[in-house]
């Protein structure tokens, strides 16, 4: 079965550092990984995917994760953090044998000015 | 274009009252999807539908939870006797084709429900 663990609940960075959010990922086949966002009182929104092509992933925002099949990672980052990227991010794993999207437990990213 | 609709967005009722929750789906998209968030957990599966069929309804409590779309566009969520444990976040998404292809479903903004 597929899953994904969030290793950190709560992120807090300042304004203009970089930002790595943690995600490992438990897969019997080459898994898809995704990154989704959620800001305060609105819908979740993809920011990225994995699907087996380049390895390092471009997404919105200036974001990008790195799929490393050697570690079963899956990190979000961004070179520096802006005030509006503070919210929950949810790494994301589809099981393949019933086409479900997987979610994590979530990490609140705070960014302080 | 018009995103997923829900309504209501908040919605304060006591134990053992029941309560439904609508969702609009964006045009087009066949498949549709009711996820639960409870505060502080991902979202979780409840129901997906394809068209107006159910594909999977495995997480859903049936005995209290029913869902229904009909002509296979808006949904309704709808629960009864609600319990404290059902005070979340009800999410609603669609997506155009199989989630393995595209990997994106599209989110409305949630209705939360706090139960007394």
């Known amino acids: 079965a597929q899953s994904v663990t969030q290793l950190d609940s709560h992120v807090s960075v300042s304004e203009g550092t970089p930002v790595l959010l943690r995600c490992n990922y438990s897969s019997s086949y080459s898994p898809s990984l995704f990154w989704y966002v959620q800001h305060p009182n609105k819908g979740l929104q993809l920011l990225l995917k994995y699907t087996s092509a380049a390895t390092l992933v471009k997404g919105i925002n200036g974001f990008e994760a790195e799929f490393k099949k050697s570690e079963t990672s899956f990190h979000l980052t961004k070179p520096s953090a802006h005030m509006s990227d503070a919210a929950e991010y949810f790494c994301?794993?589809?099981?393949?044998?019933?086409?479900?999207?997987?979610f994590g437990t979530g990490t609140r990213l705070q960014v302080f000015p | 274009e018009a995103g997923v609709a829900q309504s209501p967005r908040y919605k304060i009722i006591e134990k053992r009252q029941s309560v439904a929750f609508w969702c609009n789906p964006i045009s087009g998209h066949a498949t549709l999807y009711w996820y639960q968030q409870i505060l502080g957990q991902g979202p979780k599966l409840l129901i997906q539908?394809?068209?107006?069929?159910?594909?999977?309804d495995s997480q859903l409590p049936k005995d209290r939870f029913s869902a229904e779309r009909l002509k296979g566009v808006d949904s309704t969520l709808k629960i009864q006797p609600a319990k404290l444990e059902d005070s979340a976040v009800y999410l609603c998404?669609?997506?155009?084709?199989?989630?393995?292809?595209?990997?994106?479903?599209?989110f409305g903004e949630g209705s939360r429900l706090t139960v007394l």
């Open positions: 998404a669609s997506s155009l084709g199989a989630v393995a292809n595209t990997g994106e479903l599209f």
């Open positions: 994301v794993v589809i099981s393949y044998n019933t086409d479900k999207l997987i």
């Open positions: 539908f394809q068209n107006n069929g159910v594909v999977d």
